[in-house]
């Protein structure tokens, strides 16, 4: 069994900070691509960044410059450090990863449970 544990979330004012943390762990040979994805209200799930195992990463336009992606392998961690926070980025975030549980298995995705953050104007 794996489990994705996003924490971090709150809220903050216009213009702040957060650092969002989500920790992979249970039966894991592998991770390949981790990912941060946002779901406002009345709104799809949209990609907000992701991180290969490389450490190549990519970013939605909408924070480029604002937020940074980033990961720790030996712990089996992705971060989403948000700066210059502004109310459209409210919304819940969801840590992604895509596992490998075993050599010789499959890489499946795996989703968690997503942490609230709001920003105020």
């Known amino acids: 069994q794996v489990q994705l544990v996003g924490s971090g979330g709150g809220l903050v004012q216009a213009g702040g900070s957060l650092r969002l943390s989500c920790a992979a762990s249970g039966s894991i040979f592998s991770i390949n691509n981790m990912a941060w994805y946002r779901q406002a209200p009345g709104k799809q799930r949209e990609l907000v960044a992701s991180?290969?195992?490389?450490?190549?990463?990519n970013y939605a336009d909408s924070v480029k410059g604002r937020f940074t992606i980033s990961r720790d392998n030996a712990n089996d961690t992705v971060y989403l450090q948000m700066k210059s926070l502004k109310p459209e980025d409210t919304a819940v975030y969801y840590c992604n990863s895509v596992i490998k549980r075993w050599s010789w298995g499959p890489s499946q995705v795996y989703w968690g449970q997503g942490t609230q953050v709001t920003v105020s104007s």
């Open positions: 991180i290969s195992s490389g450490g190549s990463t």
